[in-house]
């Protein structure tokens, strides 16, 4: 099958839409930053132009306690006071300089500028036309004296004019450059996105067109804090090459097992059925032919059935119907059971099992996985060999036990006695399908208790199973 190839189409990257949106939103964010900025700059400004107001105040109010009016007027050369012309009062506010307003206890204007505030305010801001232009003024009210009112006044306007200036300056050139900074920024990581895509591609399509399934190379150092996206991703689809391969070797030792199993018994069969027909004559000869042939094919059906036993408990069903159990019970009943098959075989049966022990799983399987160790110490054990069950106490559940002082199972065969259809040279001769082991095996991982085998040395002689069966109290 050929994998589409869709990863050029680089304006439909998500990395590429996704940064130009953070670009909108981060310009969006920036422009709010600079308008807040704007509003401190109008609010720091009119607080120092009242700081620099009140500074004068204080000058005028300090110098008439001291001096009287005139002080005042000699201290700001003012050869006369006089109330300004239209024409003096719009050069002061174009000039933006301080406009000032006096009036005497009569509220009669003495000098200055006849502005429309309210002197009833401390602090009041207004407007004022000039030249058809509606400008903005601060004005301080305040007495001097019981004589003499005075306003002192100063444009605001430039305040506000500057800040909005500024901030669209500003807004306007990050409106221009934080989407295509981010733009440009998308187009660079999609490109390497594409690229890197592209290339696990071509890996992918090289390893569907091998004839053997290999890890894919990893380019990165495979460590948490350096490894790179699609780097992770290989080693995934490198997990699930060793997988898809360890399965592949299954079905293969599988198929090659089912084969010689079957191999041996229907060939027994058509050798049969040609002595039947040679001895077709004798009915003794032809029932005699007839009853080796219905053993051969039991053997054969026995090989399938184990077959759907292993799949029906490696597919995990079962363990959905789990009920709590006496362990102790199921132990020491089976074990019982076969001790009159060991004392007949000339073997020697010890049980040892403690009492009360509750763990949480299926009876018929459990059954099944002691009544395979039992049988498998019955079938290799020696004449006059001791074979003993025991249940106890561990520190992770409890320990079962099934061991015997046969020849034992070398450490080569220890790795791989579980496997399908593995049999050892010790039992080539012997009857079996070799998948009792894998039936214990399969039983007991779907338990969670795993196995092992007791390594032929320290004294360790026999083949002892240790099984540690989680308890449920």
Not at 46 to 72: P, R, S, T, W, Y
Not at 190 to 200: F, G, P, T
Request: proline share 3%; glycine share 4%.
């Amino acid at each position: 099958m050929t994998i589409p190839s869709r990863p050029d189409r680089l304006w439909r990257n998500k990395s590429f839409t996704t940064a130009l949106l953070f670009g909108l939103a981060a310009t969006v964010f920036l422009s709010a930053l600079l308008v807040v900025r704007a509003w401190w700059f109008i609010i720091h400004e009119h607080e120092m132009l009242k700081i620099e107001i009140q500074d004068f105040k204080q000058e005028i109010l300090a110098i008439f306690h001291e001096d009287g009016a005139m002080g005042v007027r000699e201290e700001f050369g003012l050869e006369r006071l006089h109330p300004w012309t239209a024409e003096e009062i719009e050069h002061h506010v174009a000039e933006n300089e301080l406009v000032f307003t006096v009036l005497n206890q009569h509220e009669r204007l003495v000098a200055g500028a006849r502005l429309e505030s309210d002197f009833n305010l401390a602090w009041q801001q207004h407007a004022f036309e000039l030249d058809d232009e509606t400008i903005t003024l601060l004005t301080h009210h305040f007495a001097v004296g019981e004589q003499f009112q005075v306003a002192l006044t100063r444009v605001t306007s430039w305040i506000d004019e500057e800040a909005w200036h500024e901030a669209t300056k500003l807004i306007l050139w990050v409106w221009l450059a934080m989407p295509a900074l981010f733009m440009a920024l998308g187009v660079v990581i999609a490109k390497q996105q594409v690229r890197s895509v592209k290339q696990l591609q071509g890996e992918l399509s090289a390893l569907a067109a091998a004839a053997k399934l290999s890890p894919i190379p990893v380019h990165t150092t495979p460590n948490a804090n350096t490894l790179q996206p699609l780097d992770s991703i290989r080693l995934s689809i490198n997990q699930l090459i060793a997988k898809m391969s360890s399965i592949h070797q299954d079905i293969e030792t599988m198929s090659v097992g089912i084969a010689h199993d079957l191999k041996t018994p229907l060939s027994r069969v058509a050798n049969r059925l040609q002595l039947m027909q040679q001895d077709i004559d004798d009915p003794s000869m032809t029932a005699a032919h007839l009853e080796q042939c219905i053993e051969q094919v039991n053997l054969v059906i026995a090989t399938f059935t184990s077959i759907v036993r292993l799949s029906e408990i490696e597919s995990g069903q079962r363990k959905a119907s789990f009920t709590r159990l006496n362990l102790s019970e199921i132990i020491r009943e089976m074990a019982e059971n076969y001790e009159p098959l060991f004392t007949d075989a000339g073997r020697t049966l010890t049980i040892s099992v403690v009492d009360n022990v509750y763990c949480s799983g299926d009876r018929d399987l459990l059954n099944q996985m002691l009544n395979n160790l039992l049988e498998n110490a019955l079938e290799y054990s020696e004449e006059s060999a001791k074979v003993w069950v025991r249940l106890q106490n561990h520190t992770s559940g409890v320990l079962l036990q099934v061991g015997d002082s046969g020849p034992g199972i070398d450490d080569d065969d220890q790795k791989r006695v579980f496997t399908r259809f593995y049999r050892g040279d010790i039992s080539r001769n012997k009857p079996g399908n070799g998948l009792g082991l894998s039936i214990v095996k399969a039983i007991v991982n779907l338990h969670d208790a795993p196995i092992t085998i007791l390594p032929q040395k320290d004294g360790v002689t026999g083949a002892v199973f240790n099984i540690v069966i989680p308890t449920s109290h």
